[in-house]
């Protein structure tokens, strides 16, 4: 029960990001430089003082990088950036189908071999995403879904990489706080294009300490209690419920397209992964 408590909590905050990204950026309270700014500030600040608590270093032990701040970095400025056309839904629908993709393709590259129904499963996952992506009335904007795809390639990377690290917690505290003066750069060099509003302070701080910061913090708390198989499959969940957060809270439309995509590109990563290997 305490596994599973967490897992959903952590799923929401995950949906949650895409949900106050878009209700930020959608209704023009922030800017995307701006909201990217604060989000990875209000992390690093959250994830430091966690770690403090734990007597932890809030830099890490000495297993980060540069180069995986670059990626939480790249992928965090994407994400905002593409959420000025995208609804939340598509967003993590593509998001998501990148992340995995990219972990998957790195797979064989490093010469793991799959079955043929995994290899079908990857081919409707792709097949789904090209559906939503092929022009139309009801694409989402090309330089958005370009965006966002270039954000879950990202954090494929980022994810990666981070298989390697020490303490979790500490290693993403140390990526959020090294990730701060990237993104101060691209605020600096936004300067003139930069504007605030309560409403979006509000969402990206709470995007950055409570749907990045704690949320990761109750992800690694329920990865005690799941499989590597278990865990990649639960994720499937999260472009689903960002699509409903988006209709209740957003007032987005559920599109017939949005619908077969997500059945396609959900349902053939979910046959990629079966069977995965069953490992913590």
Same mark, same amino acid.
């Given at each position: 029960?305490?596994?599973?408590?967490? $897992?959903?909590? *952590?799923?929401?905050?995950?949906?949650?990001?895409?949900?106050?990204?878009?209700?930020?950026?959608?209704?023009?309270?922030? %800017?995307?430089?701006?909201?990217?700014?604060?989000?990875?500030?209000?992390?690093?600040?959250?994830?430091?003082?966690?770690?403090?608590?734990?007597?932890?270093?809030?830099?890490?032990?000495?297993? =980060?990088?540069?180069?995986?701040? &670059?990626?939480?970095?790249?992928?965090?400025?994407?994400?905002?950036?593409?959420?000025?056309?995208?609804?939340?839904?598509?967003?993590?629908?593509?998001?998501?189908?990148?992340?995995?993709?990219?972990?998957?393709? =790195? /797979?064989?590259?490093?010469?793991?071999?799959?079955?043929?129904?995994?290899? $079908?499963?990857?081919?409707?996952?792709?097949?789904?995403?090209?559906?939503?992506?092929?022009?139309?009335?009801?694409?989402?904007?090309?330089?958005?879904?370009?965006?966002?795809?270039?954000?879950?390639?990202?954090?494929?990377?980022?994810?990666?990489?981070?298989?390697?690290?020490? %303490?979790?917690?500490?290693?993403?505290?140390?990526?959020?706080?090294?990730?701060?003066?990237?993104?101060?750069?691209?605020?600096?060099?936004?300067?003139?294009?930069?504007?605030?509003?309560?409403? &979006?302070?509000?969402?990206?701080?709470?995007?950055?300490?409570?749907?990045? &910061?704690?949320?990761?913090?109750?992800?690694? *708390?329920?990865?005690?209690?799941?499989?590597?198989?278990? *865990?990649? =499959?639960?994720?499937?969940?999260?472009?689903?419920?960002?699509?409903?957060?988006?209709?209740?809270?957003?007032?987005?439309?559920?599109?017939?397209?949005?619908?077969?995509?997500?059945?396609?590109?959900?349902?053939?990563? /979910?046959?990629?992964?079966?069977?995965?290997?069953?490992?913590?």
């Amino acid at each position: 029960m305490r596994t599973a408590a967490l $897992t959903i909590i *952590a799923l929401c905050a995950f949906a949650g990001n895409s949900i106050l990204c878009r209700f930020a950026l959608g209704d023009a309270a922030i %800017d995307p430089a701006g909201f990217t700014s604060i989000r990875l500030i209000s992390g690093a600040a959250v994830l430091g003082l966690i770690s403090i608590l734990r007597r932890r270093s809030p830099l890490g032990d000495g297993n =980060t990088s540069w180069v995986s701040a &670059g990626m939480l970095f790249l992928y965090a400025i994407c994400f905002s950036y593409a959420y000025l056309s995208l609804g939340a839904g598509t967003g993590a629908l593509i998001l998501f189908a990148a992340v995995q993709i990219t972990m998957i393709s =790195t /797979a064989i590259f490093q010469g793991e071999r799959l079955r043929l129904f995994q290899w $079908t499963g990857i081919g409707l996952a792709l097949a789904g995403l090209i559906y939503l992506l092929l022009p139309g009335l009801a694409a989402p904007d090309p330089v958005g879904a370009v965006l966002m795809a270039g954000a879950g390639i990202a954090w494929g990377i980022y994810s990666l990489r981070g298989r390697n690290s020490g %303490d979790p917690i500490s290693s993403t505290c140390a990526n959020f706080i090294r990730s701060v003066p990237l993104v101060l750069a691209v605020a600096l060099f936004a300067l003139s294009r930069l504007h605030f509003t309560t409403e &979006g302070v509000i969402g990206a701080s709470a995007s950055g300490a409570l749907a990045s &910061g704690l949320g990761y913090v109750i992800w690694y *708390a329920a990865l005690k209690g799941l499989s590597a198989a278990r *865990a990649a =499959t639960v994720q499937l969940s999260v472009p689903a419920l960002a699509a409903a957060g988006g209709i209740l809270f957003l007032d987005e439309t559920l599109t017939i397209r949005l619908i077969f995509a997500t059945i396609a590109i959900l349902g053939g990563l /979910a046959i990629a992964l079966k069977n995965a290997p069953d490992k913590k």
